[in-house]
C-alpha cells in the first residue's frame, strides 16, 4: 500500500492557468507538507500544516495555497501559474521527526 | 542563506568503496538530522537519522558520523553496490518543523 500519494504524476499547462495537485497519507500522520525540488534538486519546504497550525515559507507567493479537506489530505492549489513555477512538487507527512515522501508531481508550465 | 551545506556535489567510486557525504550546519536549534537518498522519478526516502546527543549511529551498510561541536555530519557507505547510486541529501530540523535541506550529493557506484 502506498503511504503517501500525489496525483497527477504529471502536469503540463499553459501560463496564467490555475491548478491544484492532491496528496493523501494514510500513515495516520498529523502534520504533512509540501516541498518544492528545483531543476538543480534543490528541495525547499513551501508549507506545513496540522490542524493546529500552518506555516507558511515566506519566499513562497500567495498564489500558493494549501488547503486540508481532512487530516489524510493537503492539496496545494496554485493561481495565475508561471514559467518560473516549473518544478517538482512533493508531499510529506509525519507523526513525530521522521517524514515520508510522496512520488512528487512534475508541474511543467509552457 | 543555506542552512545546511552538503559537499561534494558529485562522487565517483568503484564498487565496493566506501564513499563519504559531508554536511555542515549553522542553526544550533536543529535537534534532529536525517540522510534521504532520491533515485530518478521518485521521492526522497528515508535512510537514516541521527539527534545530537550521540556521535555515531549505523544501520546496515549506512553510517552516520556527528561532530556536535563543529557542527558536522556525514555519511559513510560500506561495500558500496552499483544499486546505492543516487542522489544522497542531508537534512535538518528543529522538533517537529519542516526539513531544511542540503543541495544534494549524486552517487555514481561503478561496477
Known amino acids: 500500500d502506498t503511504a503517501v500519494s500525489q496525483t497527477p504524476k504529471y502536469l503540463v499547462t499553459q501560463m496564467g492557468n490555475d491548478k491544484s495537485i492532491k496528496c493523501e497519507q494514510n500513515l495516520g500522520h498529523d502534520t504533512m507538507y509540501w516541498y518544492k525540488q528545483d531543476s538543480k534538486k534543490f528541495l525547499k519546504i513551501m508549507f506545513s500544516y496540522n490542524n493546529k497550525e500552518l506555516i507558511i515559507n515566506e519566499t513562497v507567493p500567495n498564489r500558493f495555497s494549501p488547503k486540508s479537506p481532512d487530516k489524510a489530505h493537503l492539496n496545494l492549489h496554485i493561481n495565475s501559474l508561471e514559467l518560473g513555477d516549473s518544478a517538482v512538487y512533493f508531499c510529506?507527512?509525519?507523526?513525530?521527526?521522521?517524514?515520508?515522501f510522496g512520488p512528487g508531481t512534475r508541474l511543467t508550465v509552457t | 542563506q543555506q542552512q545546511v551545506k552538503q559537499s561534494p556535489q558529485s562522487l565517483i567510486v568503484q564498487k565496493g568503496g566506501i564513499p563519504i557525504i559531508n554536511c555542515a550546519y549553522e542553526n544550533t536549534a536543529f535537534d534532529y538530522f536525517p540522510w534521504y537518498q532520491q533515485f530518478p522519478g521518485k521521492g526522497p526516502a528515508l535512510l537514516i537519522a541521527?539527534?545530537?546527543?550521540?556521535s555515531e549511529k549505523k544501520e546496515g551498510r549506512f553510517t552516520i558520523s556527528f561532530n556536535k561541536s563543529a557542527k558536522q555530519f556525514s555519511l559513510h557507505i560500506m561495500d558500496s553496490q552499483p544499486g546505492d547510486s543516487a542522489t544522497y541529501f542531508c537534512?535538518?530540523?528543529?522538533?517537529?518543523?519542516?526539513?531544511?535541506f542540503g543541495s544534494g550529493t549524486r552517487l555514481q557506484v561503478q561496477p
Open positions: 541521527i539527534r545530537p546527543d550521540v
Open positions: 537534512a535538518a530540523s528543529t522538533g517537529r518543523r519542516a526539513l531544511t
Open positions: 510529506a507527512s509525519s507523526q513525530s521527526h521522521e517524514q515520508y
